[in-house]
């Protein structure tokens, strides 16, 4: 499955929260993160995201609107899907390297990876709404 296609297999409604609806539309951006695991550590990676990277996320200004898994992810793709809301592209920038040089995901990142890698594959989007996008203006 590519890209276009996963993205059209997400219903529009299933992608923002009810609390997203309220957001204004501003300069918010939304990234899309695509995170392919490698055999055998899927329930790893979650791990990983429930107990740690969601908190440390929003510890760094990026707030979670959404994480799927796929159900029927064929060879080499995406196996976790998420969206986060940035308040602009260049607070995603600032975020994302705040939580990089965290002491505290490199330490949960070197514990959780003490048998290997996680993830082989990360693509991310940033999407920006349309003045049209009904999902906004509910």
Do not use: C
């Amino acid at each position: 499955m590519n890209r276009r296609a996963l993205l059209q297999s997400i219903p529009a409604l299933a992608l923002l929260n009810a609390g997203a609806l309220a957001q204004p539309i501003g300069d918010v951006v939304y990234e899309l993160r695509m995170y392919t695991a490698y055999p055998g550590k899927l329930n790893d990676l979650l791990t990983r995201f429930r107990f740690h990277t969601v908190d440390l996320f929003a510890r760094h200004g990026m707030r979670s609107v959404a994480y799927w898994t796929v159900l029927d992810p064929i060879g080499n793709e995406p196996s976790l899907v998420y969206i986060l809301a940035h308040a602009s592209r260049a607070a995603a920038s600032v975020s994302w390297k705040s939580f990089e040089a965290d002491p505290e995901w490199q330490k949960v990142r070197t514990a959780s990876e003490a048998n290997g890698k996680l993830v082989s594959n990360i693509q991310s989007l940033f999407l920006q709404p349309t003045d049209f996008s009904p999902i906004l203006k509910a």
